[in-house]
């Protein structure tokens, strides 16, 4: 026969269980909340890259300063959400992107200063890091595809 005190003992230990089982499933809540926090922040940072460049395809070399900064701070949040080299991809295509846009505005300048010719390599140039910053833009739309399709259910 079971005394009080074992009674209580086997009370406790029932109340233990239940409240490991009980923090075991806030644990598993918790992480699923910040699992979702982080896929949010993602999608954020892909959704403003994915606009950034459909202005770029659209505007080309043309590219204004409105829709160049305003992927700046997607640039630098996804420092935080991604691996280190998709946020130096992301830099990296940020730049050229920037140096689309003050390579554009020097094209009137350049043909002044040294004439038509030197106006003409220099807009040929320009053309060629727009279609590296396709390119490298295109690379970067995959990469952030394949981080925001790993979905844990």
Do not use: P
């Amino acid at each position: 026969m079971l005394d009080v005190s074992n009674l209580i003992a086997l009370g406790s230990l029932f109340a233990a269980l239940l409240a490991a089982v009980y923090a075991k499933s806030t644990v598993r809540t918790a992480n699923k909340a910040n699992e979702i926090a982080i896929h949010n922040e993602r999608l954020k940072i892909y959704r403003g890259f994915v606009s950034f460049h459909s202005a770029l395809n659209s505007q080309g070399v043309g590219i204004n300063d409105k829709d160049l900064w305003a992927v700046f701070e997607h640039v630098e949040l996804s420092e935080f959400y991604y691996s280190a080299q998709l946020y130096e991809d992301f830099q990296r295509y940020f730049s050229l992107a920037r140096e689309i846009r003050a390579r554009k505005d020097l094209w009137s300048t350049i043909e002044e200063e040294s004439g038509t010719q030197a106006r003409v390599a220099y807009v040929k140039e320009t053309h060629e890091i727009y279609k590296r910053c396709l390119d490298l833009g295109k690379q970067l739309d995959q990469e952030f595809r394949s981080k925001l399709r790993v979905w844990k259910t």
